[in-house]
C-alpha cells in the first residue's frame, strides 16, 4: 500500500518568514493533493498537481510535484497567522482518483 | 463551507448506545467516503460508495456500519463501541471526473465513554 512521509511534523515560525514542508512517496503519485485543517475541523482543499514538474501557486502558497512523481513541497512565503493548522498531504496511487491516502500532516504555528 | 454538512458535530455516547452520524452533499458528486481521525495518526480511509454502492470497506470493524441511501446522503451508525473509537470521523465527497478532488465536511468528533 502507498505510504506518505511528512516533514517536519511540526513547524514554528515567526510572521513573515518563510517556510517549506515536504510530503514524500514510497510510490508514485498519479495525483498529490494539499489540503489545510483546523484543528478538530474538516479538510480545505488547497491544491492539486498531477503532472511531474508541475507547480501550482495561490495566494502566497506555492506546491511543486517532482519529477519523478514521488515528492511534492509546499512552500509559504511570508507567513501570516492565517496560515497556522495542520497540512495535509493526499496522494492518489491508483490513477482512478477513487480514494486518497494521506500523510500524518505538518502542523504549522505562526508565532507575531 | 465546502458544500458537505456532517451533523452533529459533536457526539458523546456510552459504549452500548447505537447512534448515527450523517453526511450531506448537493455537490453533484457520485462518490461519498468515510475518513476516520485519531490523534497523532493518518486519517484513515474506512469506507467508500460510489453511485450508492460500497466499492471499499478498509477492514473496518462491523460495529461501524455504512449506508448510502443516494448519492447525496451518506451514514455511519455506531454501536457497541469502544473508547478507542473516540475520534474525528470525517465525510468526503468527489466528482466522478479523473482527478477531481475530494471536498471534506467538517467533521463529527466523537467521544466513547
Known amino acids: 500500500s502507498q505510504e506518505l512521509e511528512q516533514s517536519p511534523q511540526s513547524l514554528i515560525v515567526q510572521e513573515g518568514k518563510n517556510l517549506t514542508i515536504n510530503c514524500t512517496s514510497s510510490k508514485t503519485l498519479y495525483g498529490l493533493y494539499w489540503y489545510k485543517q483546523k484543528y478538530g475541523e474538516g479538510l480545505i482543499f488547497l491544491m492539486m498537481l498531477q503532472k511531474g514538474g508541475e507547480e501550482k501557486s495561490h495566494e502566497k502558497i506555492t506546491a511543486k510535484l517532482d519529477e519523478k512523481k514521488q515528492q511534492s513541497s509546499l512552500h509559504i512565503t511570508a507567513s501570516q497567522p492565517s496560515h497556522a493548522g495542520i497540512y495535509l498531504c493526499g496522494a492518489d496511487g491508483t490513477g482512478t482518483a477513487s480514494k486518497l491516502t494521506f500523510g500524518t500532516g505538518t502542523r504549522l504555528q505562526v508565532t507575531l | 463551507e465546502t458544500g458537505v454538512t456532517q451533523t452533529p458535530r459533536h457526539l458523546v455516547m456510552g459504549m452500548t448506545n447505537k447512534k448515527s452520524l450523517k453526511c450531506e452533499q448537493h455537490l453533484g458528486h457520485n462518490a461519498m467516503y468515510w475518513y476516520k481521525q485519531s490523534a497523532k495518526k493518518p486519517l484513515e480511509l474506512m469506507f467508500v460508495?460510489?453511485?450508492?454502492?460500497?466499492?471499499e470497506n478498509n477492514s473496518v470493524p462491523s460495529r461501524f456500519s455504512p449506508e448510502c441511501p443516494n448519492s447525496s446522503h451518506l451514514f455511519l451508525h455506531l454501536h457497541t463501541l469502544q473508547p478507542e473509537d473516540s475520534a474525528l470521523y470525517l465525510c468526503?465527497?468527489?466528482?466522478?471526473?479523473?482527478?477531481?478532488?475530494?471536498?471534506f465536511g467538517q467533521g463529527t468528533r466523537l467521544t466513547v465513554v
Open positions: 468526503a465527497s468527489s466528482g466522478r471526473t479523473e482527478f477531481t478532488e475530494a471536498f
Open positions: 460508495y460510489n453511485f450508492k454502492e460500497q466499492t
